[in-house]
């Protein structure tokens, strides 16, 4: 188990996964199982029993750990660190094993042919095949393609084909990758036939002259004599073209084609057939090329607005169905994205088909990574070990030939946080030598000596502006590694961790690729929360991550943080990076609007452009644009209506960008942009009614209670016990805080660095935001009312609240008085002194109402939530939906469901009544923002899980001046500068009446 070589015995070399018309025999399905909770108690193979009945069933694809209920073993998660010892030595004693017997029956035609070959698509980790008794060899590299020769041992009538799977082999030290170890065998097994004359590879490299508009196809070729003559067809390009004989192979004039792109997927069907087999393969012809430090396909530079994607599904695991993968890209296509990275391994081969049909660009990452040698400080890491150059020279050449075929593969990653070394150069050489027509990526590259792009996790914006500058390199450099570094073209191969409520500042990302040539955009980490279905104690089925299945190490939550979560539900962050990436934008002019065309290649053509005029939110004109614009152009409009005259009112124009016909990933009328512009400003607010007509009633007391206008106050608290007959069960009471989310809990080094000699270096960790939250008290907050003052025509309430066990303190003044039937409160609050060393989550208040409040309707931003730093997806409208619609379940509960820029919000109880509340600007022109949830943040913060929030009979009215950001300091990037809310005073005014 300790051998590092990739695998011996009748393996055969790596080639293309293609359809063909040879026979084969899926073996899926039910296999015999039975596993062994240790290795060294495992029986030898001449001991397996032979009565069936001794034997368990599982299916086959699967992972036994999920597929068996728990009866062998259960997942564990680690983001790098490894699950067995660091020692050079894998476990005997403890190191699962299942072994896997399936019964293959084969008719006579079997034996007619010339080879006859056994496909593994996926097995982890490492694993030795029997066929017939006799040994076939064994298989490494749990995501890679494995064929064995089989001729020898195959037969007629009934086969016994076993296999036993370790849990741990040398494997483990290089599929590090950030994801739920699950062993077994999780894809396909098949059974293939080799007839005479067979082709044993094929590779069809489809290029494209985008000055002639021709393409070209370079034949490769690997068969044997007696399978020529080869005939090539193209249908649709009138191509067919006969090799007599290997020498006559060579490069063939497609004439004029369409090109392959990501926004325009042309795909030609091509056969290539020999004298023993026919194999279909789809071209897209298209031109890979790093020009200076620009990344171009066909001539034209792109930008990667891409996420990072694993193979996960909550029941399932890594195991693979075509119709969930097919939704999967759909939602991203629908969501503006365009590239996908194949962290960390390739794909199932149908999932590049699906890239291929559908457009997406790929960087197709070998199955290669071994970052839990960091922790022992990269000693006797394989990436510089002469023992492992054949295993990584084996993951790289089976990633590489199975998916040399696919057009929307346009760059070969290396791996993923192997460190540096003689075997990763080693590989990035075998890749140009093999296919010099795709660049080759490896972010541990930092030198910039063996690849082609410089590579970036997780860079601060400011690290980036200066990346685009080249006025300095984000890492100390010497000075031939700067030189190289900056004649590269630059890719954050992750950014924006979306973990939890987040990110934030993706449109600040986004606006630094726009601006820089040199910046080729990046891929969010990560597509899709990695959660597993489980079932607690008491019998509920939930979702659990790293530590719920009783780990001895795990890495916990951080495997929940995908745009995408494993319920399906799209998170908030994956509507915001919709917006931030939308293929067109509309935006102010001098003289009308300015339409802008982001697409890299294609027109507006596609898209129908309409306009919505709106009056305070309520539509006032309507209509269609008529916009030309090339690729990355923009074009002026003249306004489609004529403004109108201020009034007073907001006025706000809308611009949608919808599909003109259906798309293989839409329907027509699909929205893949919208941009809103002010036409005329928010007017001048409106004047106190009392300043005019109305007298502010006279607050009267009696007894314990005060009266103002429509609302009743408890004397001694000043609490607001009504309005108008609504009832409150308490508040206002100043807010500061709130439950923190996973960016807020992350402890990351901001300030990640790496020296001259490419050494990691990486300080203690500063402080969380929410560590920083705890330690300035802001869980230990302790009301004391200090004056409830009923005066002529108002009642301030007067209240100091401290940190318990500290000096510093917050003041907070209510002002209530009545205008009419409206009840106005003015809220002041000012801290004191010594509120250093920390932001403040928020300024607010929170009133406490019964649960039955029923529906919210709003003008301000939404519809869904929105932050400082994530508000792009929201547009001013009128907006309603049940409380329940408000919040956003995140998987591990925390704070949600926020609306910024509130003008006004009416509240519906079940009987009717309605509280309207009211809002204007404050001194700095912002708009306080609310939230209406069923739990405080102390309970959302209390549970671990969606199904440990306890029961709720109340409704909780967040009324917030400001908030802070979200960042995504979960992975390094805290929340920006001018997105923290630091510790300060604040004035802002509602206004409160019943309907």
Same mark, same amino acid.
């Given at each position: 188990?300790?051998?590092?070589?990739?695998?011996?015995?009748?393996?055969?070399?790596?080639?293309?996964?293609?359809?063909?018309?040879? &026979?084969?025999?899926?073996?899926?399905?039910?296999?015999? !199982?039975?596993?062994?909770?240790?290795?060294?108690?495992?029986? %030898?193979?001449?001991?397996?029993?032979?009565?069936?009945?001794?034997?368990?069933?599982?299916?086959?694809?699967?992972?036994?750990?999920?597929?068996?209920?728990?009866?062998?073993?259960?997942?564990?998660?680690?983001?790098?660190?490894?699950?067995?010892?660091?020692?050079?030595?894998?476990?005997?004693?403890?190191?699962?094993?299942?072994?896997?017997? +399936?019964?293959?029956?084969?008719?006579?035609?079997?034996?007619?042919?010339?080879?006859?070959?056994?496909?593994?698509?996926?097995?982890?980790?490492?694993?030795?095949?029997?066929?017939?008794?006799?040994?076939?060899?064994?298989?490494?590299?749990?995501?890679?393609?494995?064929?064995?020769?089989?001729?020898?041992?195959?037969?007629?009538?009934?086969?016994?084909?076993?296999?036993?799977?370790?849990?741990?082999?040398?494997?483990?030290?290089?599929?590090?990758?950030?994801?739920?170890?699950?062993?077994?065998?999780?894809?396909?097994?098949?059974?293939?036939?080799?007839?005479?004359?067979?082709?044993?590879?094929?590779?069809?490299?489809?290029?494209?002259?985008?000055?002639?508009?021709?393409?070209?196809?370079?034949?490769?070729?690997?068969?044997?004599?007696?399978?020529?003559?080869?005939?090539?067809?193209?249908?649709?390009?009138?191509?067919?073209?006969?090799?007599?004989? &290997?020498?006559?192979?060579?490069?063939?004039?497609?004439?004029?084609?369409?090109?392959?792109?990501?926004?325009?997927?042309?795909?030609?069907?091509?056969?290539?057939?020999?004298?023993?087999?026919?194999?279909?393969?789809?071209?897209?012809?298209?031109?890979?090329?790093?020009?200076?430090?620009?990344?171009?396909?066909?001539?034209?530079?792109?930008?990667?607005?891409?996420?990072?994607?694993?193979?996960?599904?909550?029941?399932?695991?890594?195991?693979?169905?075509?119709?969930?993968?097919?939704?999967?890209?759909?939602?991203?296509?629908?969501?503006?994205?365009?590239?996908?990275?194949?962290?960390?391994?390739?794909?199932?081969?149908?999932?590049?088909?699906?890239?291929?049909?559908?457009?997406?660009?790929?960087?197709?990452?070998?199955?290669?990574?071994?970052?839990?040698?960091?922790?022992?400080?990269?000693?006797?890491?394989?990436?510089?070990?002469?023992?492992?150059?054949?295993?990584?020279? %084996?993951?790289?050449?089976?990633?590489?030939?199975?998916?040399?075929?696919?057009?929307?593969? @346009?760059?070969?990653?290396?791996?993923?946080?192997?460190?540096?070394?003689?075997?990763?150069?080693?590989?990035?050489?075998?890749?140009?030598?093999?296919?010099?027509?795709?660049?080759?990526?490896?972010?541990?590259?930092?030198?910039?000596?063996?690849?082609?792009?410089?590579?970036?996790?997780?860079?601060?914006?400011?690290?980036?502006?200066?990346?685009?500058?080249?006025?300095?390199?984000?890492?100390?450099?010497?000075?031939?590694?700067?030189?190289?570094?900056?004649?590269?073209?630059?890719?954050?191969?992750?950014?924006?961790?979306?973990?939890?409520?987040?990110?934030?500042?993706?449109?600040?990302?986004?606006?630094?690729?726009?601006?820089?040539?040199?910046?080729?955009?990046?891929?969010?980490?990560?597509?899709?929360?990695?959660?597993?279905?489980?079932?607690?104690?008491?019998?509920?089925?939930?979702?659990?991550?790293?530590?719920?299945?009783?780990?001895?190490?795990?890495?916990?939550?951080?495997?929940?943080?995908?745009?995408?979560?494993?319920?399906?539900?799209?998170?908030?962050?994956?509507?915001?990076?919709?917006?931030?990436?939308?293929?067109?934008?509309?935006?102010?002019?001098? %003289?009308?609007?300015?339409?802008?065309?982001?697409?890299?290649?294609?027109?507006?053509?596609?898209?129908?452009?309409?306009? +919505?005029?709106?009056?305070?939110?309520?539509?006032?004109?309507?209509?269609?644009?008529?916009?030309?614009?090339?690729?990355?152009?923009?074009?002026?409009?003249?306004?489609?209506?004529?403004?109108?005259?201020?009034?007073?009112?907001?006025?706000?124009?809308?611009?949608?960008?919808?599909?003109?016909?259906?798309?293989?990933?839409?329907?027509?009328?699909?929205?893949?942009?919208?941009?809103?512009?002010?036409?005329?400003?928010?007017?001048?607010?409106?004047?106190?009614?009392?300043?005019?007509? @109305?007298?502010?009633?006279?607050?009267?007391?009696?007894?314990?209670?005060?009266?103002?206008?429509?609302?009743?106050?408890?004397?001694?608290?000043?609490?607001?016990?009504?309005?108008?007959? !609504?009832?409150?069960?308490?508040?206002?009471?100043?807010?500061?805080?709130?439950?923190?989310?996973?960016?807020?809990?992350?402890?990351?080094?901001?300030?990640?660095?790496?020296?001259?000699?490419?050494?990691?270096?990486?300080?203690?960790?500063?402080?969380?935001?929410?560590?920083?939250?705890?330690?300035?008290?802001?869980?230990?907050?302790?009301?004391?009312?200090?004056?409830? %003052?009923?005066?002529?025509?108002?009642?301030?309430?007067?209240?100091?609240?401290?940190?318990?066990?500290?000096?510093?303190?917050?003041?907070?003044?209510?002002?209530?008085?009545?205008?009419?039937?409206?009840?106005?409160?003015?809220?002041?609050?000012?801290?004191?002194?010594?509120?250093?060393?920390?932001?403040?989550?928020?300024?607010?208040?929170?009133?406490?109402?019964?649960?039955?409040?029923?529906?919210?309707?709003?003008?301000?931003?939404?519809?869904?939530?929105?932050?400082?730093?994530?508000?792009?997806?929201?547009? @001013?409208?009128?907006?309603?939906?049940?409380?329940?619609?408000?919040?956003?379940?995140?998987?591990?509960?925390?704070?949600?469901?926020?609306?910024?820029?509130?003008?006004?919000?009416?509240?519906?109880?079940?009987?009717?009544?309605?509280?309207?509340?009211?809002?204007?600007?404050?001194?700095?022109?912002?708009?306080?923002?609310?939230?209406?949830?069923?739990?405080?943040?102390?309970?959302?913060?209390?549970?671990?899980?969606?199904?440990?929030?306890?029961?709720?009979?109340?409704?909780?009215?967040?009324?917030?001046?400001?908030?802070?950001?979200?960042?995504?300091?979960?992975?390094?990037?805290? @929340?920006?500068?001018?997105?923290?809310?630091?510790?300060?005073?604040?004035?802002?005014?509602?206004?409160?009446?019943?309907?």
């Amino acid at each position: 188990m300790d051998d590092p070589s990739p695998g011996s015995g009748a393996r055969t070399p790596a080639r293309a996964w293609l359809p063909t018309d040879a &026979p084969s025999s899926d073996l899926s399905g039910e296999w015999l !199982f039975r596993w062994h909770p240790s290795l060294s108690k495992a029986p %030898d193979h001449e001991e397996w029993p032979d009565d069936e009945g001794e034997w368990d069933r599982l299916p086959v694809p699967s992972h036994w750990v999920l597929a068996g209920g728990g009866r062998y073993g259960r997942p564990i998660y680690t983001t790098r660190r490894f699950p067995i010892p660091v020692t050079g030595r894998v476990p005997r004693d403890d190191n699962p094993t299942g072994d896997h017997r +399936r019964f293959v029956d084969l008719d006579e035609s079997w034996a007619a042919h010339e080879r006859v070959l056994l496909r593994f698509d996926g097995v982890e980790s490492r694993y030795r095949v029997w066929l017939n008794g006799a040994e076939i060899g064994i298989g490494a590299g749990s995501r890679l393609v494995q064929e064995f020769d089989v001729t020898s041992a195959v037969r007629p009538g009934r086969n016994v084909l076993d296999v036993r799977v370790h849990q741990w082999s040398s494997s483990t030290w290089v599929e590090a990758q950030d994801q739920w170890w699950l062993p077994g065998i999780f894809r396909e097994v098949t059974l293939l036939a080799r007839p005479a004359g067979a082709l044993d590879d094929v590779w069809l490299d489809a290029g494209f002259d985008h000055q002639a508009g021709a393409g070209t196809i370079t034949p490769w070729l690997t068969a044997p004599a007696a399978a020529y003559p080869v005939r090539l067809r193209v249908e649709a390009l009138g191509l067919d073209v006969c090799w007599e004989q &290997p020498e006559d192979v060579a490069p063939i004039a497609a004439g004029q084609v369409k090109p392959w792109t990501a926004e325009t997927p042309v795909l030609y069907e091509a056969t290539v057939a020999s004298a023993g087999e026919t194999v279909r393969v789809r071209l897209g012809f298209r031109t890979v090329r790093i020009r200076g430090d620009r990344f171009e396909v066909n001539g034209r530079p792109i930008a990667f607005r891409g996420v990072n994607r694993h193979e996960i599904h909550r029941d399932r695991g890594r195991v693979f169905d075509v119709e969930d993968a097919r939704r999967d890209l759909v939602r991203m296509k629908r969501h503006n994205i365009n590239a996908i990275r194949t962290s960390h391994y390739p794909p199932h081969p149908r999932l590049l088909d699906l890239a291929d049909e559908l457009g997406f660009w790929v960087i197709d990452e070998c199955d290669l990574e071994s970052q839990g040698f960091e922790d022992v400080g990269w000693a006797d890491n394989p990436s510089d070990d002469p023992a492992w150059s054949a295993a990584y020279l %084996d993951r790289i050449r089976r990633t590489v030939e199975r998916d040399k075929n696919h057009p929307s593969v @346009v760059m070969w990653s290396l791996g993923n946080e192997s460190y540096t070394g003689r075997n990763l150069a080693a590989n990035a050489a075998w890749v140009r030598g093999r296919d010099p027509g795709r660049p080759v990526h490896y972010e541990g590259d930092l030198l910039g000596e063996y690849t082609d792009v410089h590579s970036r996790m997780y860079a601060t914006p400011d690290e980036l502006r200066r990346l685009g500058e080249d006025d300095a390199i984000s890492h100390d450099l010497p000075p031939g590694a700067q030189a190289r570094v900056r004649s590269m073209p630059v890719i954050l191969c992750e950014y924006a961790h979306a973990m939890g409520n987040g990110p934030g500042a993706l449109h600040v990302y986004e606006e630094l690729f726009d601006r820089y040539p040199r910046l080729h955009g990046g891929f969010v980490w990560e597509w899709r929360d990695h959660a597993l279905t489980a079932t607690a104690d008491d019998g509920t089925t939930f979702l659990a991550y790293g530590g719920d299945f009783g780990e001895r190490v795990t890495d916990g939550v951080f495997v929940i943080d995908g745009l995408l979560g494993a319920d399906e539900v799209p998170s908030p962050g994956l509507a915001e990076f919709a917006r931030v990436i939308q293929p067109v934008r509309a935006r102010l002019g001098e %003289d009308g609007l300015v339409v802008e065309n982001r697409q890299d290649f294609a027109d507006l053509s596609a898209f129908t452009l309409r306009w +919505r005029l709106e009056r305070d939110g309520e539509l006032w004109k309507d209509g269609l644009l008529e916009v030309r614009a090339a690729a990355r152009s923009a074009a002026r409009v003249p306004w489609p209506v004529d403004p109108p005259a201020a009034d007073g009112a907001e006025w706000w124009l809308t611009v949608t960008a919808q599909l003109a016909a259906p798309a293989p990933w839409a329907p027509a009328g699909h929205e893949v942009a919208r941009s809103q512009v002010p036409v005329r400003p928010r007017g001048p607010e409106r004047a106190p009614v009392a300043s005019a007509q @109305v007298t502010r009633a006279t607050p009267s007391r009696d007894r314990d209670v005060v009266r103002v206008g429509t609302a009743q106050l408890d004397a001694r608290t000043g609490r607001l016990l009504r309005i108008g007959g !609504f009832e409150m069960l308490d508040g206002p009471a100043l807010e500061l805080y709130r439950a923190p989310t996973d960016n807020d809990r992350g402890s990351s080094v901001v300030d990640y660095l790496l020296s001259g000699a490419a050494e990691p270096r990486q300080p203690a960790p500063t402080p969380s935001a929410a560590q920083r939250w705890r330690k300035a008290g802001l869980t230990r907050l302790a009301p004391d009312v200090l004056a409830v %003052d009923v005066g002529a025509d108002a009642v301030e309430v007067h209240t100091r609240v401290g940190v318990i066990g500290a000096a510093h303190h917050v003041d907070i003044r209510f002002r209530w008085w009545a205008e009419g039937d409206e009840v106005v409160l003015r809220t002041s609050v000012e801290p004191s002194l010594g509120w250093t060393g920390t932001s403040w989550p928020r300024i607010g208040l929170r009133l406490t109402l019964p649960d039955d409040v029923r529906t919210a309707e709003w003008f301000g931003l939404g519809p869904g939530e929105t932050y400082p730093d994530s508000r792009e997806a929201a547009t @001013v409208g009128k907006w309603r939906s049940d409380v329940d619609g408000l919040a956003t379940p995140y998987l591990i509960p925390q704070e949600n469901g926020h609306r910024s820029e509130l003008r006004w919000l009416e509240l519906a109880r079940a009987d009717g009544r309605v509280l309207r509340v009211e809002t204007r600007a404050m001194a700095d022109g912002t708009l306080p923002g609310f939230a209406l949830q069923r739990w405080t943040p102390a309970e959302l913060e209390a549970a671990a899980h969606r199904h440990e929030l306890p029961p709720s009979d109340r409704t909780h009215l967040h009324v917030d001046a400001y908030h802070h950001g979200l960042g995504s300091r979960s992975c390094i990037v805290d @929340v920006l500068p001018e997105h923290q809310l630091l510790p300060r005073s604040a004035s802002w005014q509602l206004r409160l009446s019943i309907r």
